[in-house]
């Protein structure tokens, strides 16, 4: 960050109009003063503007500049008639008053010479160096001679790409896109529709992820009145009936001023009117509006502290809106933006809401990547911060979370229409939360991502291996919905220890399910899914060999039972009862049955109690002498290929004999597995049950529960 940008006191706004008028500034670069041919006031209003936050700020290379962008731009105009250099010097106004440095301005004065002059890239280079040629670079259009169609999502992509390394390049375009919009009457409607729609799906929120809200907030405007002219007329009209609606925020804020002054805190107390699109938002919302309505209280101080003071304050003399309450100071949005947002209750009824704030804040707020430079390259004139990375590390917040996943998906879709589609969706979930790997690792996710995005934000093609996840501790479905602070551990087929195999990941034995499309919110993990399974279209396992996944698979084997167990009545036949099927050493308990059979149960098998409520008489039993024993096992398991041959493998490892096996079908990506084992020894079950729960995807193995059959 450099000295200019990180000097808060080099800001100076008229009082009481805290947000930037960016139309009034864009009319004064069009309409300056004329003078000797030139446009004379458009760059005197440059300086004052970049002055005014800059006072130290060198305007020779701004002015050299100027000089060659009005050269090489000198006799071509625009669609409306006007000398096309007033749309560079306008882009550039724009950022001046939002505070970017003057190697922002440079490059947005030459944004358009070398795709629409003689001037190239290498003459950039020589004249204002390899910054301002990067920046230039970034913001070029590619031909549609030579891309055609695929012209306008490539050229956002390669915007992007520079955008990874400078951020400022994307702050150029927004500027430039603002300009364009404000100038699109002169288009044909069709044309206006498809640029405002490219605006809302991608420019828009861009402009909200690098928290630029000033120019956010009229790109949404000049997008509503486009796409949405009746909506856009009824809430202009509804503005302009009420004109006098402020008067009822005075009354409310002239309070707020002298509660804040009895409190002996120093603070600005503003009104903020919402704009056209935040008004058609509350009257949806709320339907008729009150006066408060029209807009929010906004609260300046000059320190942190100072925020919850009047925060206090406000809340003990009025009556506060406690639903309304949010603390973005202490955790800031992903886009930089800090505020205390309140409302309060004020007379009859009405409510006001209101934003508190440091001066500080409010620029960032307001302007927000724009007003901080250049993060990812070291600016020597910078004062040194505690905590500040050194040898040039990316210090952008932005850069590591949404900016990383969508540079890192990008790579893998080199089809454009695919791009464009996946960042038109990326771009379209704008909320963020951040979840835990369990090696510590943060994951910056979209709001409703699931363990699936998790496994693929953290591991890439190596998720394809994943079969479930441990969510704050319990066991959970790859479908499972993600919240803001979650710990989430993955598991892997490959290794119980929850890490995948890198040798094995890409094997077609492992692979993601269809049903994983359902679940991935990120475009890398649906990228990475889709891809998978175009390159294995008969799945994870040999379509000749695998068994039917929606019907049970039931084998049988001829042994005959052997019970095993000796109960107090003279000649009965002795059968393990099925619901429970008990084993040496568990205790046991008998009831008679028809034909002169006893049936013998778990001292704890809930038909014992079932057979109690109806006067049934037990019959003690013990266990013999013999070893071997039959018992009923249920395995609970992620679904993956081959998980029954494993099972099977180790029950035969064992010395188990399988008597009977009923395999579920999935439910949640959930298989169960019941066996009914004839055992040569009892004492061989616990040493059984482990093994079968050292199977990947198994995640626990217990006794059967299932109720009795009657009879």
């Not at 038109?424 to 369990?438: C, H, K, P």
């Not at 010395?655 to 949640?668: D, K, L, R, W």
């Amino acid at each position: 960050m450099s000295a200019e940008a990180a000097n808060p006191g080099a800001h100076s706004r008229r009082r009481g109009r805290p947000r930037i008028d960016l139309r009034r500034l864009g009319r004064a670069a069009l309409l300056g003063t004329p003078g000797r041919g030139r446009l004379p006031d458009a760059i005197g209003h440059m300086a004052d503007a970049h002055r005014a936050h800059h006072p130290d700020a060198d305007l020779t290379t701004l002015r050299t500049a100027y000089l060659l962008a009005e050269s090489s731009h000198r006799g071509q105009f625009r669609k409306s008639g006007e000398p096309y250099i007033t749309h560079p010097l306008a882009v550039t106004l724009i950022l001046a008053e939002l505070g970017a440095e003057t190697t922002t301005l440079t490059a947005s004065l030459l944004h358009d010479t070398v795709e629409d002059t003689e001037v190239t890239l290498d003459q950039v280079t020589r004249e204002f160096g390899p910054e301002v040629a990067y920046l230039v670079d970034g913001v070029t259009k590619l031909e549609k001679v030579d891309y055609g169609a695929a012209a306008e999502p490539e050229t956002f992509r390669k915007m992007l790409v520079a955008t990874g390394n400078d951020v400022r390049v994307m702050s150029i375009k927004l500027a430039d896109r603002l300009h364009n919009m404000r100038t699109l009457g002169v288009m044909r409607p069709e044309k206006q529709a498809r640029i405002a729609r490219v605006t809302r799906d991608v420019l828009i929120p861009l402009a909200e992820r690098l928290g630029v809200q000033a120019i956010k907030t009229e790109l949404e405007d000049l997008v509503f009145a486009i796409l949405h002219p009746a909506e856009y007329e009824r809430t202009r009209a509804l503005i302009a009936e009420n004109s006098s609606a402020g008067a009822a925020l005075d009354a409310i804020a002239e309070r707020v001023r002298g509660v804040l002054r009895d409190a002996g805190i120093t603070a600005e107390v503003l009104i903020r009117p919402r704009h056209f699109v935040s008004v058609h938002r509350v009257s949806i919302k709320r339907g008729e509006l009150r006066g408060t309505d029209f807009g929010r209280l906004l609260v300046l101080v000059g320190e942190d502290a100072d925020c919850y003071g009047v925060l206090g304050e406000l809340h003990t003399c009025f009556t506060p809106v406690i639903s309304e309450f949010k603390d973005f100071i202490a955790a800031p949005k992903f886009n930089l933006y800090q505020s205390l947002h309140t409302a309060v209750a004020g007379p009859e009824g009405s409510v006001a809401e209101v934003l508190i704030r440091t001066h500080r804040m409010h620029t960032v707020a307001e302007a927000g990547v724009i007003a901080l430079g250049n993060p990812s390259v070291p600016q020597e004139s910078a004062e040194p911060s505690d905590g500040e990375p050194a040898d040039g590390e990316r210090a952008d917040p932005t850069r590591p979370g949404w900016l990383s996943r969508l540079l890192e998906w990008q790579q893998s879709t080199p089809d454009s229409d695919a791009f464009w589609s996946s960042l038109r969706a990326d771009l379209a979930q704008d909320r963020e939360i951040t979840v835990f790997g369990a090696d510590g690792r943060v994951l910056g996710l979209p709001a409703g991502a699931s363990c699936v995005d998790a496994a693929y934000a953290q591991h890439g093609e190596g998720a394809h291996a994943c079969i479930g996840a441990r969510v704050n501790g319990r066991l959970a479905t790859l479908s499972t919905v993600l919240h803001d602070g979650d710990a989430v551990h993955l598991l892997f087929a490959q290794d119980t220890s929850g890490a995948p195999a890198p040798a094995e990941v890409h094997d077609a034995a492992w692979g993601p399910s269809p049903d994983w499309l359902e679940h991935a919110r990120t475009p890398a993990a649906r990228i990475a899914i889709t891809t998978w399974l175009a390159a294995h279209p008969y799945g994870a396992e040999d379509p000749a060999t695998a068994p039917p996944r929606s019907a049970p698979v039931t084998t049988e084997a001829d042994r005959p039972a052997v019970a095993g167990a000796v109960v107090d009545l003279p000649d009965a036949t002795v059968r393990l009862a099925g619901c429970c099927t008990p084993v040496p050493p568990d205790p046991v308990i008998g009831f008679a049955v028809r034909g002169g059979v006893v049936t013998v149960h778990r001292a704890e098998c809930s038909a014992v109690a079932r057979m109690a409520t109806l006067d049934r008489e037990p019959i003690p039993a013990r266990w013999g002498e013999a070893a071997g024993c039959r018992v009923t096992l249920v395995a609970e398991s992620f679904g993956r290929p081959h998980l029954l041959a494993d099972l099977t493998e180790v029950i035969a490892v064992e010395g188990a004999a399988i008597v009977s096996a009923t395999v579920e079908p999935p439910s949640e990506q959930r298989v169960r597995h019941t066996y009914t084992l004839a055992l040569p020894d009892a004492a061989g079950l616990p040493a059984l049950m482990r093994a079968m729960r050292q199977v990947p995807g198994v995640y626990d193995v217990s006794r059967s529960q299932h109720p009795a059959a009657t009879g």
